[in-house]
């Protein structure tokens, strides 16, 4: 029976993963749709072509509304950290606490600076500035994950730290090895194109539900729409199989910094060569062994080392104590693989669509693009969920366990506050999901209109409105 204090903290766990869980999503997509925003406007640039200023508008609408709610979650973090994570706090804070200051410093001062200017200046300033604008806000969102990834790739490989004596508080010694860990690299390009390839399936899924609509409706599909999901189709075909390579790199890296996560993703007990690749099984920590296990011969070696004969580790090579809990860790890595095979085979349907000159009239391939919509997001999460569980049970990899990270919290206080956020993070970024998803029921329109004329009612989908609502909108706040 677990005690009191494995219950909060495993509460304490699950709330600070909820929350995460739910946050992750908006800056991956601010990421990935900001760069969307700022090709597209130079794309008008360039070319004088009107669609892309059409695409343009009907997309910042979408990225206003994910960026307010990438603020809004993210802030929720700050404070789990002071009342769950005190010890964690207390004793990471010089570089943890550093890394996320700077990423304030810098990051979100360039975003708040320009998002104003890009969200309603486009009528107001210079089309140089503008487009300035866009690119800087673009890469804000850059120099965020950068940051934010720094911080958490060291807890996954900490180098460039020393122990206070007295606190027993990890305090910087070399910064550079600290932000350039050996994780950060790969994790820093892993996470990247994981948002370029989540925004480009909902870019594409948007454009091949409009498409089936039009055609549903014996009606001639507009060009902003073909050429919204023939972009995003590009970016599938291209950066799909890259994400793979990418993980491929960051696959050795961690069989090399942490072995026993890599144990726990294939579910393998015992360190051998000539391994197989498990593509299902049950793992069973109580009795060491993988259930059910159906595996290809020698691919596990093969993938992993490189090598036929490539020895891989087994979790029986660690200590009990030390193991993260491989079934997660094993599914949630498989599903991301799965999901990336199949973002990869629709990039290619595509180009063979393409090349059939059959992009937009291929009804079967626009269901496909349409049922993969979330792919990007749900492998993303996965994603997460293999690292973040793979590291356990620590906080800082090797150093500081999640046991003695959490605060000395009171079960029913936890189970309150775990209560409160699922039923107010269901209100709100349910209700701001759905006025995204009315802003994307709407198919672009030549000579789309821009956010300063577009109404809050239209955006929100309804004909009435406030004429408080309306008198912010036209003062463009």
């Not at 390009?189 to 989540?198: K, Y």
């Not at 007990?269 to 296990?293: C, Q």
């Not at 860790?329 to 095979?341: C, E």
Request: hydrophobic fraction near 50%; proline fraction near 5%.
């Amino acid at each position: 029976m677990q005690s009191s204090h494995d219950l909060a903290l495993l509460l304490a766990r699950f709330q600070f993963a909820f929350t995460v869980g739910v946050h992750i999503v908006f800056p991956a997509f601010s990421i990935g749709l900001a760069a969307y925003l700022a090709v597209l406007e130079g794309l008008w640039l360039r070319t004088g072509r009107s669609v892309y200023l059409d695409l343009y508008r009907y997309w910042v609408k979408a990225f206003s509304v994910v960026f307010a709610m990438g603020v809004v979650s993210g802030l929720v973090m700050a404070y789990e950290f002071g009342t769950n994570w005190a010890p964690f706090s207390r004793k990471a804070g010089p570089i943890t606490g550093v890394l996320l200051s700077y990423e304030v410093m810098t990051a979100f001062f360039l975003e708040a600076g320009f998002l104003g200017v890009m969200l309603f200046g486009m009528n107001k300033v210079g089309r140089g500035l503008h487009f300035a604008a866009t690119c800087l806000v673009s890469v804000g969102t850059l120099i965020s994950m950068t940051w934010i990834l720094a911080s958490n790739s060291w807890m996954q490989t900490p180098q460039g730290y020393a122990i206070d004596p007295t606190t027993g508080s990890f305090m910087p010694a070399d910064w550079l090895a600290i932000i350039f860990n050996p994780s950060f690299p790969f994790r820093l390009a892993h996470m990247g194109l994981a948002a370029f390839l989540s925004v480009a399936f909902v870019v594409g899924a948007t454009g091949a539900w409009h498409m089936l609509r039009a055609r549903r409706q014996g009606e001639p599909v507009a060009e902003p729409v073909k050429v919204m999901f023939s972009m995003a189709m590009w970016m599938a075909a291209i950066v799909a199989p890259v994400q793979m390579l990418v993980g491929d790199a960051h696959g050795l890296n961690t069989l090399k910094y942490q072995p026993v996560k890599i144990a726990a993703m294939e579910g393998d007990w015992v360190s051998e060569g000539r391994a197989p690749e498990l593509l299902f099984g049950i793992p069973n920590m109580k009795t060491e062994h993988t259930d059910y296990a159906v595996g290809i011969p020698l691919v596990g070696s093969l993938i992993l080392t490189h090598s036929i004969d490539g020895k891989v580790p087994g979790m029986k090579d660690f200590p009990r104590d030390q193991r993260p809990p491989s079934p997660v860790v094993f599914f949630s890595f498989r599903i991301m693989i799965a999901l990336a095979v199949l973002m990869a085979g629709l990039g290619f349907w595509s180009l063979f669509m393409r090349w059939r000159k059959r992009l937009y009239e291929s009804a079967a391939l626009h269901r496909a693009a349409v049922a993969m919509a979330p792919a990007g997001f749900i492998a993303l999460l996965c994603g997460w969920v293999t690292t973040e569980v793979g590291r356990q049970p620590w906080t800082i990899y090797g150093l500081l366990r999640t046991t003695d990270s959490v605060s000395p919290i009171v079960l029913s206080n936890i189970e309150l506050s775990l209560a409160a956020f699922v039923i107010v993070y269901v209100l709100v970024f349910g209700s701001g999901l759905g006025i995204l998803m009315r802003i994307l029921g709407r198919a672009p329109e030549t000579g789309e209109h821009d956010v300063n004329e577009t109404s809050a009612g239209e955006i929100l989908g309804g004909r009435a409105q406030s004429a408080a609502v309306r008198a912010v909108t036209d003062d463009g706040v």
